[in-house]
């Protein structure tokens, strides 16, 4: 089993399709137009960016024709309102003598009647041309909403096809898909460090679980806990400077606390209970994990300082894999919902009020978007596992599938620093 670095030669890519469905019930209505001369480019950069913007729920595309020539035309606003739409994209690309291509783009809103900003972006090889899109997606986003988009960011996951596992890092769209690590052992719970450099995960190459730490650009990676029993579920604090992990080393699993290198181990939970699958809270100070020590599994919160723990969960006796949004705010989970329907599951911390977001019944694994606006988890469809995405109300969901592979554990990667 071999890890490698990125960026990685072409024939390595696994491409996905995205299928979105659902409405929801506050969009704006934008139209984002193609971009002058895009067709002597490699890469559709402007459906690539309406793809981004539909699959975050906030935007309604609206086809505009080819009403918009490029960046430097002055939109007829009344034209636009009478079609009902609240803000246009226009721009352009250029291919220059090097090859490179000159991306250039401007947004409008049309309800106030005015310009909101362009960007023009440094001269990109074709290979770029797809962060280009994802940046272009952003730029809107942020311009429209005033937050953060997550669209250049990535996602890590685990693939199994032909008694071979593979562990992926792709943008967040699923496509661009890149290998970095491949083998016919299992690879399971991989975690992102929050400069988006690091996975955290565990492989079975060794014939028991160890937990791994691997650079994603020069593929060099290091063994973190290879303890006896089962080293599992390693989780990053938020400043990146401390790893939990489930081990066995002292009897039943247990959750512990080392540095990013594995040193300084320190346990945080004891007891005859199983506990494992911890989540950090986003200021640093507890974690979120799955415990049994109540029965059947249940999400419960423990100090970093040590202290009583907490039980978090209530509802229905079979509550599991915690994420917590960035903003502290909601506690997504997936829960068993009678037999063997296990669903995802959103609780409002501040209040306890929980949401059902799915009516699929074998989902896993959720991770919130960094802005904290999307999850993304794995679920079956048409008896293969797949990856979706879903807004926090539930009513936007985008799947990611790859033909003939089952894909699952998927986590979100942070903005980075």
Sequence with gaps: MGGLALPWSPAALAQFRVEISGVGATQIPISVMRLRDEDKAPVPVSAIARADLERSGLFKLVDGGGALADENARPVYADWRAKAVDALVAG???????????????????????????????PKSKEELRGVAHEMADYIYQLLTGERGVFSTRIAYVSKAAGRYTLWVADADGEAAQVALAGPEPIMSPSWSPDARELAYVSFEERKAIVYVQDVYAGKRRIVASYKGSNSAPAWSPDGSTLAVTLTRDGPSQIYLMNRNGGELRRLTS???????????????????VSDRGGGPQVYRAAISGGSVERVTFA????????????????AYISRNGGNSFQLTLMELATGTIRTLTDTNDDESPSFAPNGRMLIYATRAAGRDVLMTTTLDGAIKARLGVPQVDVREPTWGPYGR
């Design 316 to 331: 229905g006796n079979y509550n599991i894999s915690p994420a917590v949004s960035p903003d502290g705010r909601n506690l």
């Design 92 to 122: 352009s690309m250029t291919r220059l003598a090097d090859g490179k291509f000159d991306v250039r783009y401007r947004a409008w809103d049309v309800i106030k009647g005015i310009d909101v900003g362009g960007k023009a972006t440094p």
């Design 271 to 289: 007891g005859s209970s199983i506990d494992t699958e911890a989540a950090w809270a986003p200021d640093g100070k507890s974690l979120y994990f």
